[in-house]
């Protein structure tokens, strides 16, 4: 909920003509035109989601505006423009109504304009303290998200709190844990290949350049993904690289000539990725992001991990899992088989990289 406040010395409004694109059902009867000395103009205008919770809130601000700039009435006019993610007319008229209610039982006197209509008004204000105050209601967490996720369009516009994704109930729900330094991110990342090696039956990781770019203490890291594809052999392993970056394509080379018969019998997976400012860890029950700082040269990996995060659930990692194909793999190359495919894809991508280097193009004229 919006309210857009005014204390007003003097104010007007005059109904013009009604609305064309709301439900004619919750167009209210005209009014006269209507005058109003020193009280409080209040623009409301409801949003998805608005309940008693910001009913309340609402109410609550009144009273600390009072306490402000005295109490005096309220002149309520309804005002649609305020938000893009303004609620359905239907909800918008009974919230309102609810609000004069709410207000009158608190002692105001409240003037509600009719809902619906293109107003000429005008309005003089004191321009003191208070004079012009704006304020929004967000409601809960749960509201917030949902109300971003809609504007996305993950979510349908009329979906309700209670039908949020099971995976974005995590976000909500503070699940995230937020890993402040490079050696708690490191330990994460250990402690989730070390639940591979206990895990029975076939397990599987994915992964994205995680900490290729990185120095000490990588090699821990490294040292351990390695034993898991020298001694699990019910272990898969899907690793995917920039291979623009030369030391990504060294680290994909090294991995096809030093496990042949882990990549020829598809236990371990390699593919081109385009991301470059992202490290990712990926089990079938947790994830990692791992952040890197800014690169001290443009266009050159990050490499060393600034902080990350990490989450410990089934539904929250199997919706990663279709995420990590469509937005991680580069669908151009998809799964790189053999040496043969990787070096065509270095190839292709060293070209690239070099015809979009400033000043080639002077060159090549």
């Not at 991110?185 to 770019?213: N, P, V």
């Not at 947790?286 to 539904?315: M, N, T, W």
Request: contains cysteine.
């Amino acid at each position: 909920m919006i309210l857009d406040c005014y204390q007003c010395s003097s104010c007007y409004f005059e109904d013009k003509e009604r609305s064309s694109r709301i439900d004619p059902d919750t167009i209210s009867s005209t009014q006269p035109r209507m005058a109003f000395r020193n009280v409080m103009l209040i623009f409301v205008c409801v949003e998805l989601y608005d309940d008693k919770q910001e009913l309340k809130q609402a109410a609550d601000e009144f009273e600390l505006l009072s306490g402000l700039i005295g109490k005096r009435p309220i002149v309520l006019c309804p005002n649609v423009h305020l938000s893009i993610d303004k609620a359905p007319e239907k909800q918008a008229v009974w919230i309102i109504g609810e609000l004069e209610r709410m207000l009158v039982d608190r002692g105001y006197d409240v003037h509600c304009l009719s809902f619906g209509y293109h107003k000429k008004y005008g309005m003089e204000c004191d321009g003191n303290v208070g004079s012009v105050v704006g304020r929004r209601f967000y409601g809960s967490e749960t509201k917030q998200f949902l109300r971003l996720l809609t504007r996305l369009g993950i979510c349908p516009p009329d979906s309700l709190p209670e039908q949020l994704p099971p995976w974005a109930k995590l976000l909500t729900e503070r699940r995230l844990k937020v890993l402040g330094s490079r050696s708690q991110t490191y330990r994460i990342a250990k402690q989730m290949l070390g639940e591979q090696l206990d895990a029975t039956g076939h397990s599987e990781l994915w992964t994205c350049m995680l900490f290729e770019g990185e120095r000490q203490p990588v090699d821990d890291y490294l040292s351990a993904l390695y034993e898991i594809i020298e001694d699990y052999g019910d272990v898969r392993i899907h690793r995917a690289m920039n291979l623009s970056v030369p030391g990504f394509s060294n680290a994909a080379r090294f991995l096809f000539r030093k496990y042949p018969e882990a990549i020829e019998s598809g236990r371990l997976r390699i593919y081109n990725s385009q991301v470059s400012d992202i490290e990712f860890l990926l089990t079938r029950s947790a994830v990692l992001l791992a952040f890197p700082q800014i690169p001290r040269k443009a266009g050159s990996h990050a490499g060393e991990i600034s902080f990350g995060i990490y989450c410990k659930d089934d539904d929250f990692s199997k919706n990663l899992i279709q995420w990590y194909r469509t937005f991680l793999v580069d669908a151009r190359f998809g799964w790189i088989r053999t040496e043969s495919e990787l070096d065509t894809t270095i190839n292709e991508l060293e070209e690239e990289t070099f015809q979009d280097k400033p000043g080639d193009k002077s060159r090549r004229e």
